[in-house]
């Protein structure tokens, strides 16, 4: 079966009745918890996005002091998971400001860990990438964004 495209699927919504939206929408959000996760950012996160990104930071936190340390693997699969969790949530507000702030709390966060950064080449590639990332999504902003995360930034880049 062929997904629908998006111009399709607006227009059928547009004619179907408010209570029949609300059916769908409920029943999409049972089948995934992505789905359920975004219906949950555009009700009650959308409206106050620094409250949202805070909330994330406090996530990334928390994963961050539950990291495994014993070896260098299990760390480069600890930061992956992060990453995954971190962009999702990005992907979620799609808001460039709210790209930039994660990531730089996460590689602030990362730089401050004390994982073995130099002597990992897995470890110096995940914050290298994510250095790569902020700077081309900092390119996107207005010029006093930038400037300002610009600032915030310096103690990142060795």
Known sequence: MK??????????LELLPPAEVLDLCMRMTRY?????????YLLFNAGDEQAYVE???????????????SNVYLV???LRKILRTANKF????????TD???RIFFCTRMKNAGLP????????????????KLNKTL???HEDLQFDYAQEMKGLVD
């Open 3 to 12: 997904a629908a495209s998006l111009k399709e699927l607006k227009s059928e």
């Open 32 to 40: 995934k918890k992505e789905n359920k996760e975004l219906l949950t």
């Open 55 to 69: 909330e994330i930071k406090e996530m990334i936190a928390l994963m961050f002091e539950e990291i495994n340390r």
């Open 76 to 78: 480069k699969k600890s």
């Open 90 to 97: 990005i992907k979620y507000s799609g808001s460039k400001q």
């Open 100 to 102: 930039v702030e994660v």
């Open 117 to 132: 950064l130099q002597s990992s080449t897995a470890l110096s590639n995940i914050y290298t990438r994510q250095l790569i």
């Open 139 to 141: 390119a996107m902003l």
